[in-house]
């Protein structure tokens, strides 16, 4: 079977401009909390059967990603500015210390974790953004012995 090819001459190299179209259309439907993947990608010029199948396209699972990783993000550091602004007291009056806790700990892992690059993550790996490794640096030989006069 022979592959069609792209109309607008999209390969393993160059994106397909539609891609970026049908992206801003279902998250336009996001807005109106319908999230029509099918529909959008009719829009940006994708075939039917295109279409149907655009949820599973490496591109698309890729922003999805992205986009929930955004969403939790959001959700932990509203978390996190609720604890700040809010006493956790029950009917009692005591504090309830173990749920501020438990809230604040998940928070923090989401913020440390999915947050990573908008500055909340502690570094600890040896390697350079998003794994690649760290340049070598070589320093020059340092000579610490006195010349004796």
Not at 22 to 36: A, H, I, P, S, V
Not at 136 to 142: A, F, G, H, K
Request: charged letters at 30%; proline letters at 4%; aromatic letters at 6%.
């Amino acid at each position: 079977m022979t592959a069609i090819p792209n109309p607008n001459g999209a390969n393993s190299t160059t994106s397909d401009p539609r891609e970026q179209i049908c992206w801003d259309f279902y998250l336009e439907t996001l807005l109106g909390n319908k999230g029509n993947a099918y529909e959008s990608a009719i829009k940006a010029g994708y075939s039917p059967s295109s279409a149907k199948n655009i949820t599973m396209r490496d591109w698309f699972k890729a922003r999805l990603r992205k986009l929930d990783r955004k969403e939790m993000l959001s959700k932990a550091e509203k978390n996190l500015h609720k604890v700040l602004d809010t006493v956790y007291v029950n009917e009692e009056g005591a504090i309830q210390a173990d749920v501020m806790r438990i809230v604040v700990d998940v928070s923090k892992t989401i913020v440390t974790t999915l947050g990573k690059n908008d500055g909340y993550s502690t570094r600890n790996e040896v390697t350079g953004a998003e794994g690649e490794p760290l340049g070598v640096v070589i320093l020059p030989e340092r000579n610490d012995t006195k010349d004796d006069k």
